[in-house]
């Protein structure tokens, strides 16, 4: 009981720490990062548990926010409903369109994976781009109603910063959950050896594909909270270099903790505000580290901090007398 | 559809499936003895159109010297891309996902550096051999379609009699079939992987430069030919060259006949369903006995 009480309260003071970060910055832009960065996390969240742990890559997820996206905006704008049911009506639309996909595509692996999401994640932004009476096309839908349960509307950067990342939170602890549970280990399983793991009696194809169900969800409900913040959305938003965008969070950030995927985001959203000056390189760097971070340190930022801040404790704790 | 249509289509639709088979078979050389497939394989055919625009519609260059300089300067970036990328990841046997997301980095770094040199706005390049329509069996095609067949085919032909009857192109055959044999038998796999990977990177260059006065040149291209030419390669089974070429041709002539049927917004969705289709169906590729993918 101990350690479980230890890691809520270690989430907690992340999130305490996280939550003083504007006050500190005190900045009025800081709030719009890390807004976007919650909704990034998001997604982030629900690929670290299909990449991460089960070892499935997908580069179609920005395809699944679209979609959570745009069903939250054609609800909500154009059919005057309420946002629960946008961003619910998105769920089921994702959840079917990610579970027929899921069933062919999970029997591939490695590089056709990769295609096929990445393919996937191309053909649906190619779609919402020609289905003009539904989308707007190329135009995009405006207008989209801001955020609001019954009569609570929401208004402002710090009432959005508060919904976001309070979602983030509860997900974060969940994932974490998931991660010390037995389903944690048979999806660490899968990564490591698929026919080991089927051997002991799992049905390895349903949980795989139960994970990419409900990374899919995470990233309709990510989309849909993207469209109520910022009240427009484009194809090129959802664009297959969002897709990339949010793997590279995941593996910059780390794939052996479950927080890699937050200082992921908060790291990508970041960076360019303060590379202002390198905006043209941006992309170009990111890949560069990209490169650098698998071929040196390829478990990513975190578990290079932790190792860190290990090193750093033992200096302290043990006495120096080396000489 | 009347005849004269269908004597475009099918010439526009082999030009282009030309190209994607030259695209194929980059990926092909470096897949069969790496079992690595580059997602970084586009940028070369986007780095080679740009630096023909240049080198022939900038500084004026001839022709054939543009094209000349162009493909050495991509094979350079290609040795670079080995040197620098490909050898320690083949070396540290680095798991597949890596190798993506590492190859995925480098197609980032030069998509920027396309985009910083060249700007983000398409750029036009003309055909070789003038811009006027050219007349076929009474037919209109575009005149590059010509120059596109012609050069493609002779650079495919010249591919088979490389690997075939080359001391290089056997190594590369032997080190695909088993690295390790091959290994024992004196072939160094370090050197039948560098130059597979220019090759590919040449390949890509030269694919690049082709398609350029039908299309365009734009620094963020590279994503699409590297889907593309994976989809002609899957079409025909990764290893198998001469798959990868016919893949190709498929994969243009389906595009099409598509895109005359539904619109030509339709491009890139019928290619990557054609793609998701054989992956859902017939991994292997269409051309391989089951089993032998």
């Known amino acids: 009981m101990r350690s479980v009480f230890l890691e809520s309260y270690k989430t907690v003071l992340l999130f305490f720490l996280l939550f003083l970060l504007p006050i500190a910055l005190n900045k009025p832009f800081v709030y719009t990062i890390l807004n976007i960065s919650g909704i990034n996390a998001l997604t982030a969240l629900g690929l670290l548990l299909l990449v991460g742990y089960t070892g499935q890559i997908s580069f179609g997820h920005a395809g699944f926010m679209a979609m959570g996206a745009y069903t939250s905006a054609i609800v909500v704008a154009k059919l005057n409903m309420s946002v629960l049911t946008g961003i619910v009506s998105g769920f089921v639309l994702t959840s079917i369109v990610a579970g027929l996909l899921a069933i062919p595509v999970l029997k591939l692996k490695g590089y056709y994976l990769a295609m096929a999401t990445l393919a996937f994640g191309i053909i649906f932004s190619k779609l919402v781009i020609e289905l003009k009476e539904l989308t707007g096309g190329p135009v995009g839908i405006g207008e989209i109603p801001p955020f609001s349960i019954g009569n609570l509307t929401l208004h402002g950067e710090k009432a959005y910063f508060i919904l976001i990342w309070s979602i983030v939170f509860i997900l974060y602890q969940f994932c974490k959950n998931i991660e010390a549970s037995h389903i944690g280990r048979i999806l660490k399983g899968i990564n490591i050896d698929e026919e080991v793991v089927s051997c002991l009696g799992v049905e390895v194809r349903r949980i795989k594909i139960i994970v990419f169900v409900f990374s899919a969800v995470l990233a309709s409900l990510s989309g849909s909270l993207y469209a109520h913040y910022m009240k427009y959305i484009s194809p090129e938003v959802f664009s297959a270099d969002l897709s990339v965008f949010l793997i590279m969070m995941v593996f910059l950030g780390g794939t052996r903790y479950v927080w890699g995927a937050l200082l992921g985001a908060l790291l990508l959203n970041f960076l360019p505000e303060m590379l202002r000056a390198y905006k043209d390189y941006s992309i170009g760097l990111y890949g560069l580290a990209l490169v650098l971070i698998v071929l040196l340190m390829p478990e990513g930022l975190s578990a290079f901090l932790v190792k860190i801040y290990g090193i750093t404790l033992k200096r302290f704790r043990t006495p120096m007398i080396q000489n | ?293």
Not at chain 2, 222 to 233: D, E, L, N, Q, R
Not at chain 2, 239 to 261: D, H, K, R, S
């Open chain 2, 1 to 293: 559809m009347e005849f004269l249509d269908f004597i475009q289509l099918l010439i526009t639709g082999i030009s282009e499936g030309s190209i994607y088979a030259l695209l194929a078979l980059g990926f092909t050389l470096i897949f069969k003895c790496t079992n690595v497939i580059s997602f970084a394989q586009g940028e070369f055919a986007v780095l080679g159109s740009l630096l023909m625009i240049t080198f022939s519609e900038f500084l004026r260059l001839p022709l054939v010297i543009s094209f000349i300089i162009t493909v050495i300067a991509v094979g350079g970036v290609g040795a670079l891309f080995e040197l620098t990328t490909m050898r320690p990841l083949v070396r540290g046997s680095a798991s597949i996902l890596n190798i993506i997301i590492a190859t995925i980095g480098v197609s980032m770094v030069l998509k920027t550096i396309a985009k910083l040199f060249w700007g983000a706005e398409p750029i036009g390049l003309s055909s070789f051999g003038g811009d006027r329509p050219i007349e076929f069996l009474k037919a209109f095609v575009h005149p590059q379609s010509p120059w596109i067949l012609s050069l493609s085919l002779v650079i495919l032909a010249a591919m088979i009699v490389f690997l075939d009857y080359t001391r290089q192109g056997r190594a590369l055959k032997a080190c695909a079939e088993n690295a390790f044999a091959a290994k024992l038998m004196g072939i160094s796999t370090q050197h039948v992987v560098f130059y597979s990977v220019v090759l590919s990177a040449v390949l890509g260059a030269i694919s690049g430069i082709l398609i350029t006065p039908v299309t365009f040149a734009q620094y963020d291209l590279g994503i699409i030919y590297t889907v593309k030419g994976f989809s002609a390669a899957v079409l025909g089974g990764v290893q198998n060259p001469l798959g990868a070429m016919v893949g190709g041709i498929l994969l243009g002539l389906l595009e099409t006949f598509g895109v005359f049927f539904l619109s030509s917004g339709y491009k890139d969705v019928i290619t990557l369903g054609v793609l998701l289709l054989v992956l859902f169906l017939k991994p292997e590729g269409i051309f391989n006995p089951r089993g032998k993918g």
